[in-house]
């Protein structure tokens, strides 16, 4: 199973960015997919959750900014990121629980996508 992600980029304060990250591979079915993002120095922090049943979760600090959507058909999770703002700067990476086609649950990560937000 790998999970691609693709989106990232540099963009000025107020604006936006979409991420999306693809899984693929020998997957039976996807859990609760999630963005996490890292800056420079600091720990890995979450973003965003979203479960199968579409429930969502988001840091205190994105509310309202940002939204997590997925596509199941397309094994895909999305996040919309508005209002960008230049503490937002840092390398996104995509995580998701898998149940495998031999029916084992693991949890994966995408490689990562730089989002820099210039002020």
């Known amino acids: 199973v790998q999970l691609q992600a693709s989106g990232g980029g540099l963009v000025q304060a107020g604006g936006s960015l979409r991420l999306s990250c693809e899984a693929s591979g020998t997957i039976f079915r996807i859990n609760n997919m999630g963005w996490y993002r890292q800056a420079p120095g600091k720990q890995r922090d979450l973003v965003a959750k979203?479960?199968?049943?579409?429930?969502?979760n988001y840091a205190d600090s994105v509310k309202g900014r940002f939204t997590i959507s997925r596509d199941d058909a397309k094994n895909t999770v999305y996040l919309e990121m508005n209002s960008l703002k230049p503490e937002d700067t840092a390398v996104y990476y995509c995580n998701a629980g898998v149940i495998t086609t031999t029916l084992r649950t693991t949890d994966y990560w995408g490689q990562g996508t730089q989002v820099t937000v210039s002020s």
């Open positions: 979203i479960t199968r049943g579409d429930v969502t």
